[in-house]
């Protein structure tokens, strides 16, 4: 069982080089290695914001071992960062979970996959309007 870990929470980290199957699916993410607390999240997506050259993003942030494409037992936080085009890879970024979406699934195919995705962009965009 899980510790109970609470947010908000940081992961804090050089952006890495990924599979790049966000960008083939039109939803390019940052990658990172969490550490410490983060390693005990539920695997899952959250809402984030993403701190970037003092400037900061919403995101969606999925924290976990990508079961769908990856068969790995390295954790990974993948980030879809709202309203930001550019290259990241190298930099330092800063990303605060604020609240759990729904649990990691492993899918049949990348087109479920992205379907599901779509789902939790869409619900991004609304994260914090009705607050």
């Known amino acids: 069982m899980k ?15 990924g599979k790049e199957i966000g960008r083939k699916i039109d939803m390019p993410t940052i990658n990172m290695v969490p550490t410490g607390d983060a390693l005990l999240l539920e695997h899952g ?21 990508k079961p769908t ?16 085009s550019g ?9 605060e979970l604020l609240e759990f979406r729904r649990p990691e699934i492993k899918f049949k195919s990348l087109d479920e996959l992205s379907k599901q995705m779509h789902k939790d962009l869409e619900a991004g965009k609304k994260y914090g309007k009705e607050r």
């Open 3 to 17: 510790e109970t870990v609470e947010l908000p929470l940081f992961i804090k980290g050089e952006v890495e080089h």
């Open 45 to 65: 997506v959250y809402y984030s914001r993403v701190y970037v050259d003092k400037q900061v993003y919403k995101g969606i942030t999925n924290v976990g071992k």
């Open 69 to 84: 494409v990856k068969n790995t037992d390295t954790v990974n936080a993948e980030t879809f960062i709202y309203d930001f």
């Open 87 to 95: 290259d990241l890879y190298g930099k330092e970024v800063e990303v």
